[in-house]
């Protein structure tokens, strides 16, 4: 077996989907590992929080593990692009401090900013189907997810289904624009 001793340089493409708790992301995700052309990974927010040790966590303490959590996930993701992996990131940004971090952290150029959007009344059905999710989170969350307004491409996932999103998504890829919306979204920051 060969080895190498060297890697061709290049950066990853990250593929950030943006969207409300139950909406669809996790299933956009899945279907774009399974149908685009070369390896990526899927590193959605959820699993990075369930690597996290059970040790409980004092709830005048939880905001700050919680905040270290999120600004970890997003390093881990601009590390695994760096290194040259694609990589599909799956968010819920329903703070304005976590797109910021993520524009400080990710190349603006190399994010692929995906709007994924349901109706209110196919979030709350999906809440009640899951039962793991407070009802009305993603309801909630709405209005400050998408409050930044601009996207790359968008999806609506109460329209089309996760293989049909996913294939726009992929067909995208290949004519995804310059500025991107992170670049416009980092300048007027």
Same mark, same amino acid.
């Given at each position: ?64 593990? *919680?905040? @270290?959590?999120? =600004? ?5 993701? &601009? !590390? %695994? $692009? /760096?290194?040259?992996?694609?990589? +599909? ?33 196919? *979030?709350? @059905?999906?809440? =009640? ?5 407070? &009802? !009305? %989170? $993603? /309801?909630?969350?709405?209005?400050? +997810? ?44």
């Amino acid at each position: 077996m060969r080895h190498l001793t060297e890697v061709p340089p290049r950066r990853g493409l990250v593929v950030l989907l943006n969207g409300t708790s139950s909406s669809g992301k996790s299933s956009i995700a899945a279907e774009l590992l399974r149908i685009l052309d070369e390896p990526w990974f899927h590193l959605p927010v959820d699993a990075f929080h369930a690597l996290r040790s059970d040790v409980p966590v004092p709830p005048d303490q939880l905001d700050t593990v *919680l905040h @270290r959590t999120w =600004r970890g996930y997003h390093r881990a993701v &601009a !590390g %695994l $692009a /760096a290194a040259g992996n694609h990589v +599909v990131m799956d968010h819920v940004l329903s703070a304005e401090w976590r797109l910021a971090d993520c524009l400080s952290v990710l190349v603006p150029k190399d994010v692929v900013f995906v709007g994924v959007h349901c109706p209110v009344e196919e *979030l709350e @059905r999906r809440e =009640r189907t899951r039962g793991d999710r407070p &009802a !009305g %989170l $993603a /309801a909630r969350q709405l209005r400050q +997810v998408h409050g930044h307004g601009l996207y790359d491409i968008e999806v609506d996932t109460g329209a089309a289904g996760p293989a049909e999103c996913a294939r726009r998504i992929r067909d995208f890829l290949p004519v995804r624009p310059s500025p991107t919306a992170f670049e416009k979204l980092r300048a007027t920051r």
